[in-house]
């Protein structure tokens, strides 16, 4: 696993299939994805390395369902009592009592999609917080949940306007330039989450997938949803 300091209380840890972010609001700790069944010793080690106190892990935001972003979940939350918060659309699915809906794929993400299969499942979860568009969370000076239906149905983006931090999920990845996000469940949905997304303006840009991008962050998240646009 990967570490990568997005900002001073920002952090990347990037699996080799899978990434979640760790945000530090002086020292109270918040996982925005948590990567893999499987992994959570691997994070708590890596918290631990940054000089911060797992035990102080007060929340797991999970974007959404797919066992790349709530595998470790529910590790992490046995072990340290974090709140886990999803969109009330997405939490049966996380908590294993029904399946989401299978993505419909583009002939071009066939041999992508074959690839990525194998991940271990995500075990069944609780979800302590439902949440919904526009609800507020107390974390990076008060984030926003935009609902992002499209990659799920009930896929989320976290948006921090103190910090000009974005976080998108799968709507929008950042592997080859800023564009749409692959797998998607409803493409058209997805599509208008990336348009909706595009009018935040983030200085910071934080993908499900890819690099976090620092630079031209807003021009690159407009100029992604312009592309598609002419698709
Ligand atoms: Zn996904
Ligand atoms: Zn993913």
Same mark, same amino acid.
């Given at each position: 696993?990967?570490?990568?300091?997005?900002?001073?209380?920002?952090?990347?840890?990037?699996?080799?299939?899978?990434?979640?972010?760790?945000?530090?609001?002086?020292?109270?700790?918040?996982?925005?994805?948590?990567?893999?069944?499987?992994?959570?010793? $691997?994070?708590? /080690?890596?918290? %631990?390395?940054? #000089? !911060?106190? =797992? @035990?102080?892990?007060?929340?797991?935001?999970?974007?959404?369902?797919?066992?790349?972003?709530?595998?470790?979940?529910?590790?992490?939350?046995?072990?340290?009592?974090?709140?886990?918060?999803?969109?009330?659309?997405?939490?049966?699915?996380?908590?294993?009592?029904?399946?989401?809906?299978?993505?419909?794929?583009?002939?071009? $993400?066939?041999? /992508?999609?074959? %690839?990525?299969? #194998? !991940?271990? =499942? @995500?075990?069944?979860?609780?979800?302590?917080?439902?949440?919904?568009?526009?609800?507020?969370?107390?974390?990076?000076?008060?984030?926003?949940?935009?609902?992002?239906?499209?990659?799920?149905?009930?896929?989320?983006?976290?948006?921090?306007?103190?910090?000009?931090?974005?976080?998108?999920?799968?709507?929008?990845?950042?592997? $080859?330039?800023?564009?749409?996000?692959?797998?998607?469940?409803?493409?058209?949905?997805?599509?208008?989450?990336?348009?909706?997304?595009?009018?935040?303006?983030?200085?910071?840009?934080?993908?499900?997938?890819?690099?976090?991008?620092?630079?031209?962050?807003?021009?690159?998240?407009?100029?992604?949803?312009?592309?598609?646009?002419?698709?």
């Amino acid at each position: 696993m990967d570490v990568i300091a997005v900002q001073p209380r920002l952090h990347l840890f990037r699996f080799p299939v899978g990434q979640a972010y760790l945000w530090s609001d002086d020292g109270e700790l918040t996982l925005v994805d948590s990567g893999t069944a499987g992994a959570a010793e $691997e994070l708590v /080690l890596a918290i %631990r390395a940054l #000089g !911060l106190d =797992p @035990a102080r892990l007060v929340r797991i935001v999970l974007t959404h369902g797919h066992e790349d972003h709530c595998g470790a979940a529910q590790e992490l939350t046995r072990r340290f009592g974090a709140e886990v918060v999803a969109h009330r659309l997405e939490a049966p699915a996380i908590r294993g009592e029904q399946a989401l809906p299978p993505p419909v794929l583009l002939d071009w $993400e066939r041999p /992508l999609w074959e %690839r990525t299969r #194998g !991940l271990p =499942p @995500a075990p069944p979860t609780v979800v302590d917080r439902e949440v919904e568009d526009g609800d507020a969370l107390a974390f990076g000076g008060g984030a926003r949940v935009v609902h992002v239906p499209g990659h799920t149905p009930g896929s989320i983006a976290l948006h921090l306007p103190l910090h000009g931090v974005l976080f998108t999920g799968d709507t929008v990845a950042s592997v $080859e330039g800023v564009t749409l996000g692959v797998f998607h469940v409803d493409r058209e949905d997805a599509r208008a989450s990336l348009r909706r997304l595009s009018v935040l303006g983030p200085s910071v840009l934080c993908c499900g997938h890819g690099d976090p991008v620092t630079r031209d962050a807003a021009a690159a998240l407009i100029t992604a949803a312009e592309r598609d646009a002419d698709l």
